[in-house]
């Protein structure tokens, strides 16, 4: 969590409160709502919906650094494997957060989409706000990455 958010019972923001989450407290998310904003998460005071970012697109939650995030990388070896959007979703967070290493696996299409077919990645895709990974990268202070 990179700011303080209360964890409920459903999606609705007018739900039961289950606990407030601390910046820092980590969470696996298990859903994303009907409000592409809203995700269903486990965490160690239980499960329930947060919200994801403000209604201003600031981001509440972020993924893991440093120790805990090699562990998890290394528990999935297919990175960018999945449907397009899925990969495209994989690549601009991987900008925002600054990590080369997924970037350059992204836009050599990785081993899955040689193996199998799949064409390259495109480097230019962005999200449904038009953002592209290099305006992540320059948004978030990402030098390595711009």
């Given at each position: 969590m990179l700011s303080q958010v209360t964890l409920r019972t459903a999606e609705d923001p007018d739900s039961a409160e289950v606990?407030?989450?601390?910046?820092?407290t980590i969470v696996t998310i298990a859903a994303i709502g009907t409000d592409p904003r809203c995700a269903k998460v486990w965490t160690a005071a239980g499960e329930g919906w947060l919200p994801l970012s403000t209604a201003q697109g600031q981001f509440l939650v972020g993924k893991i650094q440093g120790q805990a995030a090699?562990?998890?990388?290394?528990?999935?070896?297919?990175?960018?494997?999945?449907?397009?959007?899925?990969?495209?979703?994989?690549?601009?967070?991987?900008?925002?957060?600054?990590d080369l290493d997924a970037l350059r696996k992204a836009s050599n299409g990785g081993l899955?989409?040689?193996?199998?077919?799949?064409?390259?990645?495109?480097a230019n895709c962005s999200d449904v706000r038009g953002m592209t990974a290099l305006i992540y990268a320059s948004a978030f202070g990402q030098r390595n990455i711009v």
């Open positions: 606990c407030d989450l601390q910046p820092g090699k562990v998890r990388s290394s528990t999935s070896p297919r990175l960018f494997a999945g449907s397009q959007q899925e990969r495209m979703k994989k690549f601009l967070e991987s900008a925002r957060v600054g899955s989409s040689t193996v199998f077919g799949v064409g390259k990645f495109d």
